[in-house]
């Protein structure tokens, strides 16, 4: 039996997904599995997967029905047999050393782990609105100690609640993290399944965060993040991650979708984040939606997205409503939380501005071709250092 699965939901998008695959089977144990749930149209990746299904670490289904996201990655999920489960995308990788931190683990009695995200990938029809082609190719690794820490769920969940769960930083994860099955198992029999909302990323951590005590924090790389020129990464590059519901291709293949009225109805990384956070916690923890900052959803809205005000001001005036509050009280908070977040981008920008290049001062190896070399690029890397987890773990 595996004591680690590692998870992938695709469609359409064969030309990454194989080189994924390759690279987490060019992993030297027997001790992972890797699922990848396929709901394609295309059949590409059904044909391309043939010459990998000689390995039996690799259990490969297809799926006739058109799936959503979260239905997609439910599905996979269910087909893992490892004792712990780790969720990437089709076009990212794992380290050769996740092996190692799962044994940590297991050795350990730690349920969940969550590593900083150190390298990255970007593949090379990766566009930036800014930089072009600046990124394409490359692999950015950044410093590191290698330090393990605990940390407390409860206390990540007040932070990510107050930041209206934008994103899943500061919480154990899922997606790029690592946890034990049955941890998701006890999300499922609660909330009747693994995902809920249209973000399994951020909903996979929140439902983490409520059933697990504390978390493994690791600085030390034990996946690489793709990024791809049709990925959400590659969208938000060029600034066209947002739009109406209705046309996004994203939101089309949910069915029945609740898009609650305190969520801006419109299309962006904040809104998607807001609404699979909010589903998330209804099934959780209804009496935790009372910590939901919705006023910093709607600030940090305002601020990314002006042009959607109209959907932005019309869920305000249903949150005062709901809620009962005075108009002058809840309108300061706003225009307070705007002018924090609006000081906070421009010296990011500013900041940014006086490192010019593509890379900003990361340091960065060019010229990989796809993610497997990615993958192999970053074990070349800490081999040349003599870093390994296995090590350093020893002296935490």
């Known amino acids: ?166 994103g899943a930083d500061g919480l154990p994860k899922i997606y790029h993290g690592i946890v034990r099955r049955s941890i998701m198992e006890k999300v499922k029999k609660k909330t009747g399944d693994y995902f809920h909302g249209v973000s399994p990323d951020v909903s996979g951590a929140l439902g983490i965060a409520s059933m697990v005590d504390s978390f493994a924090h690791i600085d030390y790389p034990l996946t690489i993040p793709g990024a791809a020129g049709n990925s959400n990464t590659g969208r938000s590059a060029m600034n066209a991650h947002r739009g109406k519901l209705e046309d996004d291709p994203h939101i089309k293949p949910y069915k029945n979708l609740v898009w609650p009225e305190l969520i801006p109805r419109f299309f962006s990384v904040e809104t998607v984040w807001g609404q699979a956070a909010y589903e998330t916690l209804s099934k959780l923890d209804k009496e935790k939606l009372k910590e939901f900052n919705f006023v910093y959803l709607y600030s940090i809205c305002l601020v990314n997205h002006p042009d959607y005000s109209k959907e932005i001001f019309k869920s305000i005036i249903f949150y005062k409503n709901e809620f009962n509050l005075n108009y002058f009280s809840m309108f300061s908070k706003i225009i307070y939380t705007i002018m924090n977040i609006g000081t906070r981008k421009f010296i990011r920008i500013f900041k940014r501005a006086m490192k010019p290049t593509a890379s900003g001062g990361r340091f960065f190896i060019p010229n990989v071709k796809n993610i497997y070399e990615a993958g192999k690029t970053l074990e070349i890397f800490l081999n040349s250092k003599s870093i390994s987890f296995k090590n350093r773990g020893k002296n935490v």
């Not at 969720?87 to 969550?114: F, P, R, Y």
């Open 1 to 166: 039996m595996p004591i680690l699965s590692i998870v992938v939901a695709t469609h359409n998008r064969s030309n990454y997904a194989i080189f994924a695959a390759k690279s987490v089977l060019s992993i030297e144990s027997d001790l992972i599995e890797l699922i990848i749930h396929d709901t394609s149209t295309d059949g590409k990746l059904a044909i391309n997967i043939k010459e990998l299904q000689e390995d039996n670490r690799l259990r490969y289904q297809h799926c006739d029905v058109r799936l959503s996201m979260t239905e997609n990655h439910n599905r996979a999920l269910s087909l893992a047999t490892g004792d712990y489960v780790c969720l990437i995308g089709d076009d990212d990788t794992v380290s050769t050393e996740i092996v190692n931190a799962v044994q940590w683990a297991v050795e350990n009695n730690v349920d969940a782990i969550s590593p900083r995200v150190i390298a990255n990938y970007a593949w090379p029809d990766f566009l930036s609105k800014t930089f072009g082609t600046g990124h394409s190719s490359r692999v950015y690794i950044d410093n590191f100690s290698s330090d393990i820490s605990l940390r407390k769920s409860e206390s990540g969940l007040r932070k990510s609640l107050k930041n209206a769960c934008q």
